[in-house]
Structure formats: structure tokens, C-alpha cells
Antibody
Framework: EVQLVESGGGLVQPGGSLRLSCAAS????????MNWVRQAPGKGLEWVSY????????YYADSVKGRFTISRDNAKNSLYLQMNSLRAEDTAVYYC??????WGQGTLVTVSS | QSVLTQPPSASGTPGQRVTISCSGS????????VNWYQQLPGTAPKLLIY???QRPSGVPDRFSGSKSGTSASLAISGLQSEDEADYYC?????????????FGGGTKLTVL
């Protein structure tokens, strides 16, 4: 069974950093493109970042470019999102998604003082 | 402001047929396929339709998708109370400013 389990969310102060992880199982992780998508409280879905199966191609939304870094470790079947210089508007549930077809349950990031 | 445009709300009575539209442009819907998602309160989005009109296993055939030009539609027939949820469309965007996934703003479906 395909499973995507996010972790690493929590409360962080503005300007702080957080690293999200997504543990994948039930499929050949190294064969699939992965994405991070977020949803602010009461708002719609917003794509954050994309990484190709090998990690050689990466894209970011303008809203996070220069602050967030996506990466993956195919040997560990894991996807990551390093988030720096966090702002209040980054507060959201963050989902990892395989090709936007299979989604995890999300992890909540709250940026507040 | 979302790149893809959806009506913010839709409604219908049990048994009715409801459609939700999703309007984009040549760089997204016009040149790539469309996915549709259902999100129940407090849960993660669930894939409803992929590649414009394909249903994943387990999704009832009451749900169908279509695409024409730069617009797409989700149709729900035989509306049921459990269909009350938020619905989102998404497509890959080949913008020269940088490729990305783009979403509609979501449509809240109410079953009256």
C-alpha cells in the first residue's frame, strides 16, 4: 500500500527554520516525481515545490523561492523541505504528494511569536 | 488570486447532477491534463479524477471529468449527502516564468 507520512511540523517563531520530512513506502520512491503542497487555515491549496525522481530538476513557487529548499534521499525513501526565514504567511498544513496523485495526511506548521 | 478559476460555491439536492467548472489558459489546461480533488473537512485532498477524465480505482462512476480547450469540468451525478466537500482542479503550468502546478481556488459543494 502506498503511504506518505509527513513529520517535522510545529510552532516556530518568525524568522526561524524548520525541516519537514516525508517518509514514503509501498512503492519505488526513486521512480517518482514528488511535490510539496500547502494549505493555509481556511484557504485553498497552494503548490510549493517540485523535485524530479533523480533530484536533478527542482522548481519552487515564487512565494518560497530563496527561503525553502526541497531535497530527497532515494536510499532512505524520503523527501524533505528545509524552510528558512519563516513568515506568518507560511502557516499552513504541508502535504507531500507523489506526482500530485497520492497525498500524505499533512503536517501543520505554525509561524507565530 | 488562483491561476485556475472555479466558482466558489455550488449546490444541489440529492439525486441531482452538478457540474463544477475550471477555467485556465493555454499554458496550463490548454496544454496539460487536469486533475480533480475532493477534500472533506479536516482531511487531506483525495484524487477524484486524473488525466482529465480518468477515475482512480474506488472512485464511484458518479464522478466524471471532461476538458475542452482551456477549460475543464467535473460532473457529479446522483448527488449524495456525503459528496458535500470542497473540490479543487489542478494542472501543470508551462509558464516561461517557471513551470509549476497551479490550482483552482476551490468550490464548496453543498447538498441541500
Amino acid at each position: 500500500e502506498v503511504q506518505l507520512v509527513e513529520s517535522g511540523g510545529g510552532l516556530v517563531q518568525p524568522g526561524g527554520s524548520l525541516r519537514l520530512s516525508c517518509a514514503a513506502s509501498g512503492f519505488t520512491f526513486s521512480s517518482y516525481e514528488m511535490n510539496w503542497v500547502r494549505q493555509a487555515p481556511g484557504k485553498g491549496l497552494e503548490w510549493v515545490s517540485y523535485i524530479s525522481s533523480s533530484g536533478s530538476t527542482i522548481y519552487y513557487a515564487d512565494s518560497v523561492k530563496g527561503r525553502f529548499t526541497i531535497s530527497r534521499d532515494n536510499a532512505k525513501n524520503s523527501l524533505y523541505l528545509q524552510m528558512n526565514s519563516l513568515r506568518a504567511e507560511d502557516t499552513a498544513v504541508y502535504y507531500c504528494a507523489r506526482e500530485l496523485l497520492r497525498w500524505g495526511q499533512g503536517t501543520l506548521v505554525t509561524v507565530s511569536s | 488570486q488562483s491561476v485556475l478559476t472555479q466558482p466558489p460555491s455550488a449546490s444541489g439536492t440529492p439525486g441531482q447532477r452538478v457540474t463544477i467548472s475550471c477555467s485556465g489558459s493555454s499554458s496550463n489546461i490548454g496544454s496539460n491534463t487536469v486533475n480533480w480533488y475532493q477534500q472533506l473537512p479536516g482531511t487531506a485532498p483525495k484524487l477524484l479524477i486524473y488525466s482529465n477524465n480518468q477515475r482512480p480505482s474506488g472512485v464511484p462512476d458518479r464522478f466524471s471529468g471532461s476538458k475542452s480547450g482551456t477549460s475543464a469540468s467535473l460532473a457529479i451525478s446522483g448527488l449524495q449527502s456525503e459528496d458535500e466537500a470542497d473540490y479543487y482542479c489542478a494542472a501543470w503550468d508551462d509558464s516561461l516564468n517557471g513551470p509549476s502546478w497551479v490550482f483552482g481556488g476551490g468550490t464548496k459543494l453543498t447538498v441541500l
